[in-house]
């Protein structure tokens, strides 16, 4: 019967950090959440047509305490920028940042007063998905990117420790 | 009622002291009034049954560096009962000691709060009796005023940082 009768009946050996990268990159929550238009090709990677759920990643959850992962999907304004690092600082260890499209990566075509010229000015960004908006595949693509990176890393030997400055308000 | 006979009941009930100049462009006309009697002549604009203008679309500035007086306060009013539309203008000018100013005319129309408080930001023009003149869209502690044409599009680190301090 189910999980039983693929082991066979015998014991199963494996690398515990593999173990752990891999459950991990295959049950990686991302948080509900966007800033601009990138935020449609977000959606539109969730639902039927892409499917983000072949992933395992079809929860997004509301709440930044149950999610690995944040995509910040557009463009962050400073005035939306302290709300942005708050909820970043509201998600459990271990968690992951997409900058996705030009604006969220670089500021793409806001080069003015009001936009954050690049999230990874104050997040620490995994992987960056250039595009204006990037298509829902561009998307897929740069979540298969972090789930290799995931498996690369050093989960119980060398964990990661993400912690930035503190918003102040 | 038309534009025309609507700038002639202003001018007919105020003279050429308050309504001090008047644009026809395409068929739209628009009236300089004079800052200090802006509260009289909306209340005008409202109050009046024929005008009955019950409907202010928004509040907006124009900076016209070089020029003096420097800045003008543009009030485009609807009316909902006759379908007639109407714009209002005032000029205003800030010297080195007084920033520009007028009296908000929130007590006329609630909806110019938010449009009065982000015309005030952007270009840094006091709405006199204003009931909540806080920052509506800049952050809380930005000193500068991002629409007027001497500002450059970039900000600094100092005027425009990415977080409050």
Known sequence: MGIKGHLNDTVHVTNLEWFVNWARKSSMWPLGFGLACCALEMIAAFVSRYDLARFGMEVARPSPRHADLMIVSGTASKKMLPAILRIYEQMAEPRWVIAMG???????IYKNYAVVQGIDRHLPVDVYIPGCPPRPEALLDGILQLHTKVMKEQSISNPRITNIKVASR | ?????????LLSEFGTDIIQDSVDFRDQI???VSKEKILDVCRYLKEDPEL??????????????PKTPRFEVVYQVHSLKHNHRFRVKAL?????EMSASIDSV?????????H???????????????????????PDGWTV????KDFSLYGTEEDTPDLPA
């Open chain 2, 145 to 148: 005023h991002p629409l007027r």
């Open chain 2, 106 to 114: 929130v007590p006329m129309w609630p909806t110019a709060d938010w």
């Open chain 2, 92 to 96: 205003l000018d800030e010297t080195a």
């Open chain 2, 30 to 32: 628009s009236v300089t």
């Open chain 2, 1 to 9: 009622m038309n534009q025309e006979e609507i700038k002639e009941k």
């Open chain 2, 116 to 138: 009065e408080r982000e015309t005030a930001e952007m270009f840094g023009i006091t709405f006199n009796n204003h009931p909540d003149p806080r920052k509506l869209l800049l």
């Open chain 2, 52 to 65: 009955s203008f019950n409907f202010l679309s928004f509040v907006a500035a124009v900076d016209r560096l």
């Open chain 1, 102 to 108: 030009a604006c969220a990566c670089t500021g793409g």
